[in-house]
Structure formats: structure tokens, C-alpha cells
């Protein structure tokens, strides 16, 4: 079968049942596509081996001869490249558990439609447009890195930090940052921050990059940080186990002129926390000393329970993977609601990773989460512009964050003024997000705007400040 793109105006329908087939089909060609509906796999099958392109599938997980996931395995093995839509009248919690193990395989797996469903529900679903993940970092080779003494040396001074905004769930105020180590190779482009730390780990240098992140945390946090704001550093467990690792902090810290509430060390607990009395002590000395102190990653990890217990943990980040899942997935939505009561109950201030759009922020809000951290936030930006949208933010006195990287760091002011200018203007935030996403993907970047800088000399506007976006074109 030629390996050709999807169509999203042609749809091959495999379902056991002739009457649930023949609606799919129904529905399909009043969406204006066109369908072919098929009960039997053999038919479905050689059909397709007929034809000079993929076309988009929906598929029924529960067939008596031929199960949904063996199908979707026989697609691959084909080379089809079209996208696969999966139904099933089945628990919830089993149509996305397949979807999630056909997605790790590699299958095209563009969304779920549960049994029963409305019109809309299928419309919905079968016309959506494929999204691309720009932002993914290009990966790079495992051999990249050779840390000897003196190449660490090279990777230090390669090493950039980024830092991403976290905002308060409730007043949409700038709460603080999340200091992010970059990675840089000789012809000037990003490398995978994660095979790096692989790299690093492997070659013991990880107590060296957890130094040296913090002395350049605390260097940018004594220009930039106000007394309201924190920073959060990723920090090795295993820098706690000399027992000199609090007081490398310590002196940094009042060689700066910082204060130790404005700081949060972040352990992720993917790899689980060692049982070592040095690292108990240290957190201990370093809640008392005035310090945060966040468990990483919760809820993916070795001993989540536990380690909330035995450790003074002032914070809880709820790890992404289920965040990004809540919007679609009414089992992942209760789990994120479970770890925020959870960390509620336990005293202890509750952030959300991969905050991606405006209704995962409401559904984090609604259910008490304390902090949000994501790309609807703001995107990880250099030192420069992170220290902008402190001044922004402290000016805005309250208003919500915008992105820091509603502008190209590659491009100057002039530029800026140069390139064309659009206001979408729509009191449906689901329309607003609809037009942004479709400019984004024309070359503008958008960020939410209050009204007077887009319609200075307009005095009598009654539109909502939350509905401006001003979209700058990149090209």
C-alpha cells in the first residue's frame, strides 16, 4: 500500500454492526466527506490495497473475528499512513487505554468517539485538522557528549537557561519561573536537554551541572527576581548527599542578596528519591532555612506516596502526562482532581504541568489547583525576555500573563512594527483559540492584548478585554 498522507475528505468505515456502519456512513457524507462503510475485514482490507492513497479510518475496537487493535497493527505492517479514528461502545477507560497503546506504536491515532454519540460528536471528531508539534526538540545523537574534564568544561559554557512562567490559577497573576537548562552544539542548535542529562548522568557530572545551574539561577534571580516571585531549580537528590550541598546554596544565595523564600528546588520523582539520612537532612535544613521544596513529576514515579510522606515537600507538580490528558479523558480529569485534594489535605501548595489552552485552566482552577505551568502560560524564553515579562507583569498590576514569546527573539522592535497586525475580537473563547491556532499555523505569533493598545483612540468599546488577540506575522 503506498505510503501517502491522509485525506481528510475520504473515510473508510469498519464496523461489525450494519446498522451502526450504514449511520457512521450517513453521518460522514452530511460532513460533507466521502465514505465507505464496511462490516466485514476482508472487505475493508481489499479495498484499501486498491486504492493509490490512504484514506482517513474509523474503526470499531470490538469486532468478533478481528479485534480494532489487530487491524490497526495489520495498517502498519501495510505502511498505511492515513489517520485512524477509534469507536467503542466500551468503558471509557479501555477505548483510551488503546488509543494511547496504539499511539506509543506509532499508529496515526487522531482520536476516540465512545459509544453512543451525537452528530456533532462525529463531525466534531472526523473533520478535525492534524496538529504538528513544532516545538519538539530535535534530538541528538547519544554519543554527542563525551564528558571528560575538559569537554564538561565546553557543555558549561554551551549551557543556557530558559525559564517558563507559572502563573496563580485564581488571579491569572505571575507567580514565578522554572529555571530550564539548554543545550547548544557547535553549528549553534538545540539539542534534547534529555539525552544530555543522560549523557551527563552517565558520566557522574551531574552534581557539576547542578552547581553550575544554580550559580546561574541565582545570578539572574538577583537582577530580576521581585520579593512576590519565585524560582524553581531542578535539582539532583544526589547533590544533597555530600554533606557541603546546602551550604554551596547558602553562600550563593547571600553572596546575592536573595532570599531563601524566593527559591524552589524541584526533585522529580521518576527516579525515585535515595534512602540516604544526608538528603533527609538537607530538606529538612532547607524547609527551615526558608526554602520550597517540590515533589516532580507526581504521580508517574517510584513510592509517590511515600516519598510525599517522609519528605517535607512544599509543593506538588502534578506531572503533565495527565494534564494534557483531563480535557479528553474523564478518568485522567479525576486523577488530577484526586492529587489536588490530596496535596490540599496535606498542606501543600498544588501546581499543574502542560497547561496547554484556556479550558485545562479552567478545569484546574475549578478543582482548587493553587499554581499553572504550560505553554498556555508561556513558553520556556531566554533570560532577556523572561526578565521583560517581569517588568510586563509588575506594570500590568494583575492582568493576566502574556507569552514570552509572543515576539521572535531573532527579530528587533523595527521589525516588530513592520509586520502586519490582526485583532481577533469574538467573546467565545473557543472561537478565539479556533482563529489563533489557524494564524499560528500561518506564520503569527498571538498573545491576548488588552484592548487600549490595539484600539487606543477607541473610547466606547464593550467587548471584554479577554477577547483581543493581536497576531504579529513571523515571515
Not at 317 to 342: C, H, P, S, T, Y
Not at 464 to 469: H, K, L, Y
Request: hydrophobic share 40%; proline share 5%.
Amino acid at each position: 500500500m503506498p505510503r501517502v498522507g491522509g485525506n481528510v475528505h475520504s473515510l473508510f468505515i469498519l464496523d461489525d454492526n450494519p446498522q451502526t456502519a450504514k449511520l457512521f456512513k450517513r453521518f460522514a457524507v452530511k460532513a460533507g466527506l466521502q465514505a465507505v462503510a464496511f462490516t466485514e475485514p476482508r472487505d475493508f482490507f481489499a479495498a484499501l490495497s486498491a486504492r493509490d492513497t490512504s484514506p482517513d479510518v474509523l474503526l470499531d475496537l470490538n469486532m468478533p473475528d478481528i479485534g480494532g487493535i489487530d487491524v490497526v497493527e495489520k495498517l502498519q505492517k501495510a505502511n498505511f499512513s492515513g489517520r485512524v479514528f477509534l469507536t467503542s461502545g466500551a468503558d471509557a477507560p479501555v477505548l483510551e487505554a488503546a488509543g494511547r497503546l496504539l499511539s506509543g506504536s506509532g499508529a496515526k491515532i487522531a482520536g476516540l468517539l465512545p459509544k453512543p454519540f451525537s452528530f456533532a460528536d462525529f463531525e466534531r471528531l472526523v473533520t478535525s485538522q492534524p496538529s504538528a508539534d513544532p516545538d519538539k526538540e530535535k534530538s541528538s545523537p547519544p554519543d554527542t557528549l563525551i564528558c571528560s574534564r575538559e569537554e564538561f568544561a565546553q557543555i558549561q559554557a554551551t549551557l543556557q537557561l530558559y525559564f517558563q512562567p507559572k502563573i496563580w490559577a485564581k488571579s491569572r497573576k505571575l507567580a514565578g519561573f522554572e529555571a530550564l537548562a539548554r543545550f547548544w552544539n557547535a553549528d549553534g542548535e538545540m539539542l534534547s536537554t534529555d539525552d544530555c542529562i543522560a549523557q551527563l548522568q552517565s558520566h557522574g557530572r551531574m552534581v557539576s551541572l547542578t552547581e553550575t545551574v544554580i550559580e546561574k539561577s541565582m545570578e539572574w534571580a538577583s537582577e530580576v527576581l521581585t520579593d512576590d516571585l519565585h524560582l524553581a531549580i531542578n535539582i539532583e537528590p544526589e547533590f544533597f548527599e555530600q554533606p557541603e550541598g546546602l551550604e554551596k546554596i547558602e553562600r550563593l544565595r547571600k553572596e546575592k542578596g536573595l532570599k531563601a523564600s524566593q527559591f524552589i528546588f524541584e526533585v522529580t520523582e521518576r527516579a525515585g528519591l535515595p534512602d540516604d539520612e544526608n538528603v533527609l537532612k538537607s530538606f529538612t535544613k532547607l524547609r527551615v532555612a526558608g526554602y520550597g521544596i517540590a515533589i516532580d513529576d507526581f504521580g508517574i514515579g517510584f513510592s509517590s506516596l511515600k516519598q510525599l510522606s517522609d519528605f517535607p515537600f512544599s509543593e506538588l507538580k502534578i506531572d503533565g502526562n495527565f494534564v494534557a490528558r483531563m480535557e479528553q479523558e474523564e478518568r485522567a480529569a479525576e486523577i488530577v482532581r484526586a492529587m489536588v485534594r490530596l496535596a490540599k489535605r496535606t498542606g501543600i501548595l498544588c501546581t499543574a504541568e502542560r497547561v496547554e489552552t484556556e479550558s485545562a485552566a479552567q478545569i484546574l482552577e475549578e478543582a482548587g489547583c493553587d499554581q499553572l505551568q504550560g505553554f498556555w502560560t508561556g513558553r520556556p524564553a531566554p533570560a532577556d525576555e523572561a526578565a521583560k515579562l517581569v517588568s510586563d507583569a509588575a506594570r500590568a498590576d494583575g492582568k493576566k500573563v502574556e507569552s514570552p514569546l509572543s515576539a521572535s527573539p531573532d527579530q528587533s522592535d523595527g521589525d516588530t512594527k513592520s509586520r502586519p497586525l490582526v485583532a481577533i475580537v469574538d467573546d467565545e473563547s473557543g472561537v478565539r483559540q479556533t482563529l489563533v491556532r489557524g494564524l499560528e499555523r500561518q506564520g503569527f505569533a498571538c498573545r491576548p492584548t488588552e484592548a487600549e493598545s490595539i484600539f487606543s483612540k477607541a473610547s466606547n468599546s464593550n467587548c471584554p478585554i479577554a477577547s483581543f488577540w493581536t497576531c504579529e506575522c513571523l515571515k
